[in-house]
């Protein structure tokens, strides 16, 4: 099986909420498509509850494009501790701390309806908690968010 990026981080060595750059591809014509680890809780000491984090994903979907131009995906984490963001491009770290920062005090601020929740728009649209998602974000403003390096589980 083809190895994955992931699950080579020494998830026991990080502190969450955090930005960390998880990696860089280039496409046959030479761009580049950068990957990011965007953690609101710490790994393994709790998890975002689906309806919370189904709701983060809408409200960050659309506020990370506000802040950060060419963003190709907003995707949960199914460990439901963060959010992975994809660019073209190579913004640096703290560019994309300052943007999830900026995100972040939109969700905790998001007081209107939440956006594509229809039958139409959304695979689960019953399944979702504005005023959890809207914790969250308070949450890890309030711890404060930081650039994480890498640490490379010691195989
Ligand atoms: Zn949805």
Redesign the pocket.
């Given at each position: 099986m083809a190895n994955v990026e992931s699950f080579d981080l020494d998830h026991t060595k990080v502190h969450a909420p955090y930005v960390r750059l998880a990696g860089v591809k280039r496409t046959p014509r030479g761009d580049a498509i950068s990957k990011y680890d965007l953690r609101l809780l710490q790994p393994n000491q709790g998890a975002i509850e689906p309806a919370a984090l189904?709701t983060l994903?809408?409200l960050l979907a659309g506020y990370l494009r506000d802040h950060l131009d060419s963003v190709v995906d907003v995707s949960p984490m199914g460990c439901r501790t963060g959010i992975y963001l994809a660019v073209i491009g190579e913004p640096n770290e703290q560019e994309v701390l300052q943007a999830f920062g900026a995100s972040l005090r939109d969700t905790a601020a998001h007081d209107r309806p939440i956006p594509?929740v229809s039958e139409l728009e959304?695979?689960?649209?019953r399944d979702h908690d504005l005023a959890a998602a809207r914790q969250h974000a308070r949450e890890a403003l309030d711890q404060g968010l930081k650039v994480q390096e890498t640490v490379l589980l010691q195989r």
């Open positions: 189904h994903e809408h594509g959304c695979g689960n649209y």
